[in-house]
Nanobody
Framework: QVQLVESGGGLVQAGGSLRLSCAAS????????MGWFRQASGKEREFVAA????????YYADSVKGRFTISRDNAKNTSYLQMDSLKPEDTAVYSC???????????????????WGQGTQVTVSS
């Protein structure tokens, strides 16, 4: 089992920044691909970003590319999502997830991930 706890959400004005953290405990964090997803009110959960277990590979949704940066610190069992130039349409509950595979065909799918955090609310005001 891997337990994931997100933090760092909040209210920010458009154009501002937030950094989300995802702290992992339980099984070895190092071996897992980490992903970030978000779900806006009334919408489906959508992929935001993913990072391979080593941190050498990352992938982003087109909607956040160039504004968000995913990273990880395996020594601290923590993944991060730096969000810059935030827009009102980024408002959502953001969740981190851990999965075994880093395959381009599947890393954007929720089915690729076995463990999920509870989520943290990000609200961007205009």
């Amino acid at each position: 089992q891997v337990q994931l706890v997100e933090s760092g959400g909040g209210l920010v004005q458009a154009g501002g920044s937030l950094r989300l953290s995802c702290a992992a405990s339980g099984r070895t964090f190092r071996g897992y691909t980490m992903g970030w997803f978000r779900q806006a009110s009334g919408k489906e959960r959508e992929f935001v970003a993913a990072i391979s277990w080593s941190g050498s590979s990352t992938y982003y949704a087109d909607s956040v590319k160039g504004r968000f940066t995913i990273s990880r610190d395996n020594a601290k069992n923590t993944s991060y999502l730096q969000m810059d130039s935030l827009k009102p349409e980024d408002t959502a509950v953001y969740s981190c997830a851990a999965g075994r595979d880093y395959l381009m065909a599947t890393i954007t799918s929720i089915n690729n991930y076995n463990y999920w955090g509870q989520g943290t609310q990000v609200t961007v005001s205009s």
